[in-house]
């Protein structure tokens, strides 16, 4: 009796009828090798195919990202798993590299259709010859490391073979390697790791007139030729690289040296080379401390000219160039200079002021004063004794405070002494001996004549004056009479007007 469990309820079950056992069905062979192809594809697992049937072609496409039509493709991933044989290739004419490392196969074969190819690795593999390649003519590289290849051959329908890779194989003799004189484009040769113990081997190898790249180590007979590195580097001439480093021009020198005077003419060249090398360097240093002597600017172009106005200098240049010709000024030429023109704008004033006395004493008919009337000549400045920047600053300053005590209308004012601190030297020189530096502009004309007994010149108005209008006429401005001449030659001086300089001080 059977009891369950039916909604939450212990129940007796029915029983139930015993089942007849199923017939066993054989299938025909032809069934069961479609069958063994019926495995699944997309498990991700290493070796999961056996043969290269279309199928597995078709699934690799899509997880590689192949295009749907076989002849489109120019690479084509079959390594890593387990494959015995190379088959269903004669659609992939388009290839141009095919990877089958990894795999069982024991024979190069079913590359017919693959005139294209390009790229062939097979390492890793169980191969033991080199054939069946005459039907790839434009292979460049052949990788057949990791196999059981004992004898080179099969490559002289290969005119455009430079890369081959024989590395851990089983190649024991120099006449297994003869083969190689086939390939006479052939570059880059590995050969280390194998069984090679024959020292005739370099004979070989010297023969191969484009041989630059060469992979030798792990073999029996490497030590066994004497000075093994000097030797093949004599005897390869185009090797540019021998096992685990490259051949530069200075090694090859040495062992051409070696070659001839063995290695007391080694030793010789090394030392000829390092003298070159160190002459080189001494020559360098002298140019860049001539460069640093005569401070030639450096250009952040290559424009034909040097001056200004060229359109091939660029800015950097230019700026290169005016700080070079502000550097020709040494500080004390440069504070000199900017003394001197202190000292010339001072004699300047000095000279308006006596101008204007006497001109003023003439018009009210008095005397001129002496100080008036005398004629100083002018002298250089003493020389500075005080250091360059205090004179500088100090002479700045005390004429801003000269020219505070002027008038506008009569003497305009000076630049302040911090516009001095931040222009450059050659910007201070050519402000102070410009004319007009006082202002920015040409210095002021001369008074004019007055005439005699019926003008008095004045700046401003400073009040009325009996029979006298103030007014700019043919003499300049001040009060003209307006009567009798006589009467305004009488007239008393007035006051000078308020805020106007005394010009003393500058005595």
Same mark, same amino acid.
């Given at each position: 009796?059977?009891?369950?469990?039916?909604? +939450?309820?212990?129940q007796?079950?029915?029983?139930?009828?015993?089942?007849?056992p199923?017939?066993?069905?054989?299938?025909?062979?032809?069934?069961?090798?479609?069958?063994?192809?019926?495995?699944?594809?997309?498990?991700?697992?290493?070796?999961?195919?056996?043969?290269?049937?279309?199928?597995?072609?078709?699934?690799?496409?899509?997880?590689?990202?192949?295009?749907?039509v076989?002849?489109?493709?120019?690479?084509?991933y079959?390594?890593?798993?387990?494959?015995?044989?190379i088959?269903?290739l004669?659609?992939?004419?388009?290839?141009?590299?095919?990877?089958?490392?990894?795999?069982?196969?024991?024979?190069?074969?079913?590359?017919?259709?693959?005139?294209?190819?390009?790229?062939?690795?097979l390492?890793?593999?169980?191969?033991?010859?080199?054939?069946?390649?005459?039907?790839?003519?434009?292979?460049?590289?052949?990788?057949?490391?990791n196999?059981?290849?004992?004898?080179?051959?099969?490559?002289?329908?290969?005119?455009?073979?430079?890369?081959?890779?024989? +590395?851990?194989?089983?190649?024991?003799?120099?006449?297994?390697?003869s083969?190689?004189?086939?390939?006479?484009?052939?570059?880059?040769?590995?050969?280390?790791?194998?069984?090679?113990?024959?020292?005739?081997?370099?004979?070989v190898?010297?023969?191969?007139?484009?041989?630059?790249?060469?992979?030798?180590?792990g073999?029996?007979?490497?030590?066994?030729?004497?000075?093994?590195?000097?030797?093949?580097?004599?005897?390869?001439?185009?090797?540019?690289?021998?096992?685990?480093?490259p051949?530069f021009?200075?090694e090859?020198?040495?062992?051409?040296?070696?070659v001839?005077?063995?290695?007391?003419g080694e030793?010789?060249?090394?030392?000829?080379?390092?003298?070159?090398?160190?002459?080189?360097?001494?020559?360098n240093?002298?140019?860049?401390?001539?460069?640093?002597?005569?401070?030639?600017?450096?250009?952040?172009?290559?424009?034909?000219?040097?001056?200004?106005?060229?359109?091939?200098?660029?800015?950097?240049?230019?700026a290169?160039?005016?700080?070079?010709?502000?550097?020709?000024?040494?500080?004390?030429?440069?504070y000199?200079?900017?003394?001197?023109a202190?000292?010339?704008?001072?004699r300047?004033?000095?000279?308006?002021?006596?101008?204007r006395?006497?001109?003023?004493?003439?018009?009210?008919?008095?005397?001129?004063p002496?100080?008036?009337?005398?004629?100083?000549?002018?002298t250089?400045?003493?020389?500075?004794?005080a250091?360059?920047?205090?004179?500088?600053?100090?002479?700045?300053?005390?004429?801003?405070?000269?020219?505070?005590?002027?008038?506008?209308?009569?003497?305009?004012?000076?630049?302040?002494?911090?516009?001095f601190?931040?222009?450059?030297?050659?910007?201070?020189?050519?402000?102070?001996?410009?004319?007009?530096?006082?202002?920015?502009?040409?210095?002021?004309?001369?008074?004019?004549?007055?005439a005699?007994?019926?003008?008095?010149?004045?700046?401003?108005?400073?009040?009325?004056?009996?029979?006298?209008?103030f007014?700019?006429g043919?003499?300049?401005?001040?009060y003209?009479?307006?009567?009798p001449?006589?009467?305004?030659?009488?007239?008393?001086?007035?006051?000078?007007?308020?805020?106007?300089?005394?010009?003393?001080?500058?005595?």
């Amino acid at each position: 009796m059977a009891v369950g469990l039916v909604d +939450g309820v212990i129940q007796r079950l029915p029983p139930t009828e015993p089942k007849e056992p199923s017939e066993h069905k054989v299938r025909p062979a032809e069934q069961v090798d479609e069958d063994e192809d019926e495995y699944d594809v997309t498990d991700g697992k290493i070796g999961r195919f056996k043969r290269i049937t279309p199928k597995v072609l078709k699934a690799l496409t899509k997880e590689q990202h192949l295009y749907s039509v076989p002849e489109l493709n120019d690479k084509l991933y079959l390594h890593y798993h387990g494959f015995a044989k190379i088959e269903n290739l004669d659609a992939w004419t388009g290839l141009r590299a095919l990877w089958l490392e990894g795999n069982g196969l024991h024979q190069i074969e079913g590359l017919e259709k693959l005139i294209h190819l390009r790229c062939l690795y097979l390492h890793s593999n169980c191969l033991k010859k080199i054939e069946n390649l005459e039907c790839c003519p434009k292979l460049a590289t052949i990788q057949l490391s990791n196999n059981f290849i004992t004898e080179v051959s099969g490559l002289d329908k290969l005119p455009f073979l430079s890369t081959l890779q024989l +590395g851990n194989n089983a190649i024991a003799k120099a006449e297994d390697l003869s083969g190689l004189l086939e390939c006479p484009a052939l570059r880059v040769l590995d050969l280390q790791n194998n069984k090679i113990d024959d020292a005739n081997v370099v004979e070989v190898l010297e023969a191969m007139p484009l041989l630059s790249v060469l992979q030798l180590q792990g073999n029996p007979v490497v030590p066994t030729i004497k000075q093994y590195r000097r030797t093949v580097v004599s005897r390869c001439r185009a090797l540019s690289y021998l096992d685990d480093r490259p051949v530069f021009e200075e090694e090859r020198l040495s062992v051409d040296a070696w070659v001839v005077g063995g290695l007391p003419g080694e030793r010789e060249e090394r030392r000829r080379q390092r003298a070159e090398k160190d002459s080189k360097h001494r020559k360098n240093l002298e140019y860049m401390m001539s460069m640093q002597k005569n401070r030639i600017p450096v250009k952040a172009d290559h424009g034909e000219g040097d001056d200004d106005d060229k359109p091939g200098q660029s800015d950097f240049a230019k700026a290169a160039q005016a700080k070079a010709e502000d550097d020709k000024l040494t500080e004390k030429e440069m504070y000199e200079r900017a003394l001197g023109a202190v000292e010339r704008k001072k004699r300047e004033l000095l000279k308006a002021k006596r101008e204007r006395a006497r001109v003023q004493a003439l018009a009210n008919g008095e005397e001129v004063p002496a100080w008036a009337a005398e004629t100083h000549e002018e002298t250089p400045p003493p020389p500075p004794t005080a250091p360059a920047s205090e004179l500088l600053k100090s002479a700045a300053s005390y004429l801003s405070a000269d020219v505070e005590d002027e008038e506008e209308d009569e003497v305009p004012k000076l630049q302040s002494a911090s516009k001095f601190g931040s222009a450059s030297a050659a910007e201070v020189v050519a402000q102070l001996e410009a004319p007009g530096a006082t202002s920015g502009g040409p210095p002021p004309p001369p008074p004019a004549a007055p005439a005699p007994g019926g003008f008095e010149p004045r700046p401003t108005w400073s009040g009325a004056r009996a029979g006298m209008v103030f007014k700019r006429g043919e003499h300049g401005q001040g009060y003209y009479a307006d009567g009798p001449a006589v009467a305004a030659a009488g007239a008393p001086p007035p006051p000078p007007a308020a805020g106007a300089m005394d010009l003393d001080e500058l005595d």
